[in-house]
Each structure stands twice: as C-alpha cells, then as structure tokens.
C-alpha cells in the first residue's frame, strides 16, 4: 500500500481563473485567468494528494505523471475552489495534448485521442457554492493491449458565461497528464545540451540559449539557472534562472532561454549551466562571447561538467504521482448562428 500526504501541506502550483475582470498575470503559487459569469473571485483547480515518496519531485507535484503496466487502473481526486462572491458552474473533461517547440500544449473542445479515451471523470459538471470546493475524481484504465509508449492529455475545468451581446467567455484551468505505458521499470529520463550561444537582443541585453535534445523515454519540463565566470580576471555574474515553459517529448531538440539581468562585457565568458527535470539534473559548461551589437554569437559546444544524475525513481504500476494545474486560457468566441455550440 502506498503512502500518501495532503497537496495541501506542499504548496503546490494550482491554476486559478478569474470569474469576471481583466486577465491576470501568471504568479506563484497561483496561476489566474479570467473569464467565467458572476462576481469577482477566481476559481481553481487542484489535485487532492501526493504518494509520500514523491513529496520532493517538483515536477511530480505539478502534474500526473505516472508509468503504468497494460490493464492497471489508477484514480485521482480533484478538488475545484470557488473564491467569487456567487455560485460557479464548472465543466470538467479530458482532452487530448500535445508537445511542439518546447511547449505543452492542451487541445480545447474536448478532442479525443488514445490517452483520453482511457480517462472518465466522477462528475462532470460541478456546482461550487461561493467561497467554497467541490471534489470529483478522474480514473484512467489502460488497456491490456496497450502499446509501451508516452501518451499526454489534459483534463480541464471550464467555467462558461456571456460577455455583451453575441459573445461567450470561456475561462479553462487544466492539469496535464504524462502517462507512460511500459512494465516494472519506467523509461529513463536522460537530456543534453549541444551548444549554447550568447546573443544580444535590440536593447543591448545579454542573452543564452541552450539547445537541448531529449535523450531519454520521459517527457522534460526543463528548469535551472546560468552562472558565468570571466575567461580573464576574477568576475562572476549570476545565477540567472532558466525561463521556464520549455517542455520536450522525446527526442525532440528546442533551445533554453536564459536572461542576463546584468550588464555584462561581451567576453569571453565560461558559461555553466545546471538544468533539471523533476527530480534528474545535469550541468554542462561552455566558453562563449557575447556579439558587441544585436545579433547571435558564435555557437559554443558544450560538455557536461556533472553526469546525469536522478535523486529518486519514479514508481511502478501503481505509484501515483500528483500534479497542480496548468494552462489558464481565456477565449472570447463569438456565437453564430451556422455554430451555436459550447465549446
């Protein structure tokens, strides 16, 4: 049997959109949107625990991720808070997701694919009082058939509401979802990074990118910081933070951004950068220089300073893993008459 812990007690990540106003910008722990009918308030929505072997994963508190053998079936509980002033009407449904140019990407309008097909939600219409939750559960069944492979989806909850004459406004939070189908052990999580490059952007401002190729069988949400030391003298600068919302499938290729917050010479400079994934981490160093104008440098090939290393594995068949939310999106959809659907 495993253990579990309240999300709760980790101050995890839960997406929240706004019922009514503007929308508002992305902050931690919160993420808000806006969007939905009826007084001002947010709505938000969060998975409910986490296996206790997992508390550390960072990755794993934010979303489902999980590797499942053919015909196992695992449940998880989903809690919706409603802070507005009046009742929220909240659809939840899964929908299908993918992964392209370094960023997750969940499919609105209830769009099928295999993942979702295994997925089916306790309820799906959930009626939050004022200043109060509400909990359903979403299951997934993998078939015994199941090909080994990642799958991705997202499930949503959705608040509706009309928005001035012949116009709905749709407020979406969601969690992502990694399943992988595979046997006793998970597929390993592995990256490198192939070059970086100093650039300048128009206003003179420092720039890295890193191109990193996912090497592993994992799906990557990359994170991490940049330190630079002069090739020449005793100057160090940094840690800058790696901006974050790069996702890779497997074998794909994307660059990671890093902002020099700093007014620094154009160089030579050695570049070290730590990145991870969840609980897997690696670090790599290159030598480059800055451009003395707007531009990109000369790409720089980098070699890894630390070995891969993973501080924990994922569990089997049935460890579960837990995740915040994901993805506030608002959208303005104008009704027409050829088209009076909700999406």
Not at 66 to 83: C, F
Not at 156 to 185: D, F, K, M
Not at 186 to 195: E, I, K, L, M, S
Not at 226 to 246: D, E, F, M, W
């Amino acid at each position: 049997m495993h253990k579990y812990i309240p999300v709760g007690a980790l101050c995890l990540m839960a997406l929240a959109g706004t019922l009514g106003g503007p929308p508002s910008a992305i902050a931690s722990p919160r993420v808000a949107a806006a969007g939905g009918p009826g007084g001002q308030g947010s709505f938000s929505v969060r998975l409910v625990d986490v296996p206790a072997s997992l508390a550390n994963d960072t990755r794993a508190r934010q979303y489902i991720i999980d590797n499942l053998r053919p015909g196992t079936t695992i449940r998880r509980r989903l809690e919706v808070a409603n802070t507005s002033d009046g009742p929220a009407g909240v659809a939840m449904y899964p929908s299908s997701a993918r992964i392209k140019h370094g960023s997750f990407i969940g499919t609105f309008g209830r769009r099928r694919n295999e993942l979702t097909s295994w997925m089916s939600l306790g309820k799906r219409w959930l009626r939050v009082p004022a200043h109060s939750t509400a909990r359903t559960s979403v299951t997934i069944h993998v078939p015994r058939d199941a090909a080994p492979g990642e799958r991705y989806g997202v499930v949503w909850a959705q608040v509706s509401g009309g928005h001035g004459p012949g116009v709905t406004l749709v407020n979406r939070a969601g969690i992502r979802v990694y399943l992988s189908v595979g046997g006793h052990n998970p597929p390993a999580t592995r990256f490198r990074v192939d070059t970086m490059t100093g650039e300048r952007d128009r206003a003179g401002r420092a720039i890295v990118r890193a191109q990193v190729h996912n090497t592993g069988g994992r799906a990557l949400d990359l994170s991490g910081f940049l330190n630079l030391t002069a090739v020449r003298g005793s100057i160090n600068a940094g840690p800058y933070p790696v901006q974050l919302g790069t996702t890779l499938a497997p074998g794909q290729s994307e660059p990671v951004t890093v902002m020099v917050t700093d007014q620094v010479a154009n160089g030579p400079w050695k570049a070290t950068l730590h990145l991870k994934s969840g609980l897997y981490e690696e670090t790599y160093r290159a030598r480059i220089t800055f451009p003395r104008h707007s531009g990109h440098g000369r790409p720089a090939r980098a070699h890894a300073v630390v070995a891969g290393r993973s501080m924990a594995f994922y569990g089997g068949a049935t460890g579960l893993l837990v995740g915040g939310a994901l993805l506030p999106v608002t959208v303005m959809l104008r009704r027409r008459k050829a088209a009076a659907q909700s999406t």
